[in-house]
């Protein structure tokens, strides 16, 4: 019987149909914003692994450096 009633009329159709398109915007939006932060995420994970090796890079050449002068002097 309600569901009747709302199927009859078209203003409360019309505002089902307005609160359904504002939900899936809303829910497109919210799923564009996770999927950047996730793309940041990776991206920041691609930096910090970058930057790891270029710290162990940067370590052993100071050790090599370091034999070397221990080696031949200054």
């Given at each position: 019987?309600?569901?009747?009633?709302?199927?009859?009329?078209?203003?409360?159709?019309?505002?089902?149909?307005?609160?359904?398109?504002?939900?899936?915007?809303?829910?497109?939006?919210?799923?564009?914003?996770?999927?950047r932060?996730?793309?940041?995420d990776?991206d920041?994970?691609?930096?910090?692994?970058?930057?790891k090796?270029?710290?162990?890079?940067?370590?052993?050449?100071?050790m090599?450096?370091?034999?070397?002068?221990?080696?031949?002097?200054?």
């Amino acid at each position: 019987m309600f569901l009747a009633f709302i199927f009859d009329n078209a203003t409360l159709l019309g505002i089902a149909a307005i609160i359904s398109a504002t939900t899936g915007i809303a829910t497109t939006i919210m799923g564009s914003k996770r999927a950047r932060r996730e793309e940041h995420d990776k991206d920041e994970e691609q930096c910090r692994e970058r930057l790891k090796a270029a710290r162990k890079e940067a370590e052993e050449a100071a050790m090599e450096l370091h034999a070397r002068r221990m080696k031949y002097g200054n």
